[in-house]
């Protein structure tokens, strides 16, 4: 079984449209992230959610917004899209925050035309 | 907000030689994760080193964190192709936030 799935792996879509990307993990983590991957593979975090509640949001614009309905599962709404939106996202969780090793998603790819 | 520099960016050699890559950064980390990631998958962890001066060794990979804690080191001795991948290191701050490197992409030739 996959420890950490995310849907869809591919998304294409127009500039303007609204989105979600969904993420489970099934290890019993209290700690799930997204993270950003842009094209020169640079990897930043977005969010992070311990046990349902934000801990880290850095500075992303507001149009996108986590929303975790269990710990199982965090998800991420993406309104209004940009061209510069284009990346590829990763779910990541752990067992608790901080510097316990993180276990990632295979990523969605996210194309805005 | 810490900058973690990663290098080379690139490295293109030969199956059976060896390569070290480099993971600096002007702050502090409590500890330092290493991470591969293949084309169209997401990083896996390698290893998490935490003491300074602190040397781990992974088959034919060895690890290093710096005394100060601030720069780390990834030695592979005799390449296979199957190493081949984007190298990420990641710090930790006391805050337990981290923070990626730019990522070093291995490519070992058969």
């Known amino acids: 079984d996959t420890a950490v799935s995310q849907t869809p792996k591919y998304l294409v879509t127009q500039m303007g449209n609204d989105k979600s990307i969904k993420c489970e993990q099934n290890?019993?983590?209290?700690?799930m992230y997204w993270y950003k991957q842009d094209s020169k593979k640079f990897l930043k975090i977005m969010f992070s959610y311990n046990n349902k509640e934000l801990i880290i949001n850095e500075t992303v614009p507001n149009r996108f917004s986590p929303k975790s309905p269990d710990k199982a599962h965090l998800n991420l709404h993406i309104n209004s899209l940009e061209l510069g939106d284009s990346a590829v996202y990763f779910c990541a969780s752990s067992q608790a925050a901080g510097t316990e090793t993180q276990y990632f998603g295979p990523g969605t790819r996210l194309l805005v035309l | 907000t810490q900058l973690l520099e990663q290098s080379p960016q690139f490295l293109s050699i030969q199956e059976g030689e060896n390569l070290t890559v480099y993971c600096n950064s002007s702050?502090?980390?409590?500890?330092l994760q290493w991470y591969r990631q293949e084309p169209g998958e997401g990083p896996v962890l390698l290893v998490t080193v935490v003491t300074g001066g602190e040397v781990k060794k992974l088959k034919r990979l060895t690890f290093q964190f710096g005394d100060a804690r601030k720069d780390s080191s990834l030695h592979i001795t005799a390449a296979q192709p199957g190493d081949t991948g984007l190298y990420l290191c990641a710090g930790a701050d006391y805050g337990q936030n981290f923070v990626f490197g730019p990522g070093t992409r291995l490519s070992v030739l058969p």
């Open positions: 290890l019993g983590h209290d700690t």
């Open positions: 702050s502090v980390f409590s500890s």
